[in-house]
């Protein structure tokens, strides 16, 4: 049994239903290969339980194919003796992605990564979505996360070409990702616990695009 908050485990991450009705870029279909100029992306605002100041940042990938969120205080936990409010956490990234002139991009694909340790009885699921500013927020998509458990799990959702919503060309809209952790004693007797934190490690979690020429 692992001892609460001695070890991290990758963060949990999202990616939201997208079959939604949004503006869809002048392209004929999807590139093979990203964009070789560099791509910079702004984490403007972060807000929630689960992101105080100064605990969540957002980097692109050397080869342009992905961004990562970065979590260092993201946990939730339930159990005997843990107050209410700390059954829940929450994170929402307000993230501006630059990128080339004639160039745009979607989410293809997500990957999860987490750490969780939960006793036999409790309940536990992690949700998500995103959305462009001034869109269509869409749903949330959940993920439960079976207990027990006593380790590192991960989960990856690909997106279809023709689910993807694209940035409208020429428009520098806000992407916001907003994440979810939730944990339930239910039936079990002992404290359990859900994380996107570490302390002995920065915790990733990894945004795919998917690029089309404007």
């Not at 869809?24 to 590139?31: D, H, I, T, V």
């Not at 207990?147 to 809209?173: H, K, Y």
């Amino acid at each position: 049994m692992r001892t609460l908050l001695t070890r991290g485990g990758a963060a949990l991450a999202f990616f939201a239903s997208l079959l939604v009705s949004a503006p869809q870029a002048s392209a004929s279909s999807p590139l093979d290969d990203p964009p070789p100029d560099e791509i910079v992306i702004e984490l403007v605002a972060m807000a929630g339980s689960g992101c105080a100041p100064g605990t969540a940042d957002v980097a692109v990938s050397p080869d342009n194919t992905a961004f990562t969120a970065i979590y260092s205080n993201y946990l939730a936990q339930a159990g005997p003796g843990v107050p209410v409010t700390e059954n829940r956490k929450n994170c929402q990234l307000n993230v501006l992605v630059h990128v080339p002139h004639g160039f745009t991009f979607a989410i293809a694909k997500v990957d999860y990564r987490g750490y969780g340790f939960l006793q036999r009885g409790a309940v536990a699921q992690q949700r998500a979505n995103y959305y462009f500013q001034g869109m269509t927020q869409g749903s949330y998509a959940n993920h439960p996360i079976s207990a027990p458990l006593d380790d590192n799990w991960i989960a990856t959702d690909a997106v279809p070409v023709a689910a993807q919503v694209f940035r409208p060309c020429g428009e520098l809209r806000n992407l916001n990702i907003n994440t979810e952790l939730r944990v339930a004693k239910g039936t079990s007797t002992d404290v359990s616990y859900l994380t996107m934190d570490s302390t002995d490690g920065s915790i990733e979690t990894i945004y795919h695009f998917s690029w089309r020429r404007c």
